[in-house]
């Protein structure tokens, strides 16, 4: 990366790192676009998914009936937070992917409740968002530093606090959407620069009944058929693209055999979509479709061996009673 640039805000306790270029994405969406609508079978990578519409529309999914991830995850992180903090001691906090940091506060209180916290370090591809967080956290906790490393969290990058005890956090299984090489090579990269000291807490989507797990990717209010093709509107506008959404329906299923939900966009009718800024036409028959998401689902086995693979090694696990989602303490190997 480069065009790197700091700044640190009035207070002095926010500090921004963007190591994109200038504002821009780090994300290729175009070269993305060209070989994944050129493939067989035709696939996009599930963060484009993420413009500012199709996160706001994210946030509602999780409010759904049927999305039991987030509440689910809450109540884990809730019971055991007193137990991580005491078990691992940080005094700061670093996250993946961390957005709006909301279900991080429950981490942050009990390193405050303890005595411990000094700095909150988040690493995002947005600067808006980074910075709206930031600046919502140092107003709620008067001693906190706050450290934003603006980038593709995807690649390795430095971890924030480097001379501090840190509590590493990639909550909401989004480890999930990475194919298993991916979720492999990602782990590997905060491996290498943790010390022994410090920890990493993994949120993971548990294996359990099919109809439960599909439910949740097909709510009754259609708004994860909303989210879905919502992606279809960002290639339209980013690319110059003329899909129409009408013409593509919402697919979520599970692949039993690959352990993960699979979300597409299939095509109702034959289309023929031009992208401009690829000098590309995109062929559909009726039927095909476009894949959006993959949504890798956990056992404790499958986990052990994916850390294992990552460098890491399971340290603490938990569950909920029902067994639909996990936490996983992880050091490193």
Not at 52 to 63: K, N, P
Not at 223 to 239: G, I
Not at 278 to 299: C, N, P, Q, W
Request: glycine share 8%; hydrophobic share 40%.
């Amino acid at each position: 990366m480069s065009d790197e640039s700091t700044s640190m805000n009035a207070d002095e306790r926010i500090t921004v790192r963007n190591l994109l270029h200038g504002e821009g994405s780090p994300f290729e969406l175009a070269e993305d676009a060209r070989s994944g609508l050129a493939s067989t079978p035709k696939t996009l990578p599930p963060k484009y998914l993420y413009d500012a519409s199709g996160s706001d529309l994210f946030e509602r999914i999780t409010e759904q009936p049927e999305y039991y991830q987030t509440l689910t995850e809450l109540e884990i992180l809730r019971r055991i937070a007193p137990l991580i903090v005491d078990r691992v001691r940080p005094t700061a906090l670093v996250e993946f992917g961390s957005g709006s940091a909301s279900k991080t506060r429950v981490l942050l209180d009990e390193m405050r409740r303890a005595g411990r916290l000094e700095g909150y370090g988040m690493l995002d591809v947005s600067e808006s968002a980074s910075r709206a967080a930031a600046a919502a956290l140092i107003q709620a906790y008067p001693r906190l530093e706050v450290e934003c490393v603006i980038a593709d969290f995807e690649q390795p990058q430095p971890l924030p606090f480097p001379g501090k005890r840190r509590l590493l956090a990639f909550l909401g299984s989004t480890i999930g959407n990475f194919e298993v090489e991916g979720a492999q090579a990602f782990l590997r990269g905060p491996a290498e620069r943790m010390h022994d000291d410090d920890a990493f807490l993994i949120g993971f989507d548990l294996v359990k009944d099919i109809a439960v797990l599909e439910r949740a990717y097909n709510d009754a209010a259609g708004v994860t058929e909303a989210f879905n093709k919502n992606l279809l509107s960002v290639l339209n506008r980013e690319l110059g693209a003329d899909f129409n959404p009408g013409g593509f329906d919402h697919l979520a299923f599970y692949n039993e055999a690959e352990a993960r939900i699979e979300m597409h966009l299939v095509a109702n009718r034959p289309q023929h979509v031009t992208v401009i800024d690829l000098d590309m036409i995109v062929e559909f028959a009726a039927g095909e479709s476009l894949r959006t998401e993959l949504s890798h689902k956990y056992t404790r086995r499958s986990v052990e061996a994916l850390l294992e693979a990552g460098g890491l090694a399971l340290d603490l696990w938990e569950t909920d009673p029902n067994g639909k989602f996990a936490l996983g303490l992880a050091r490193r190997r």
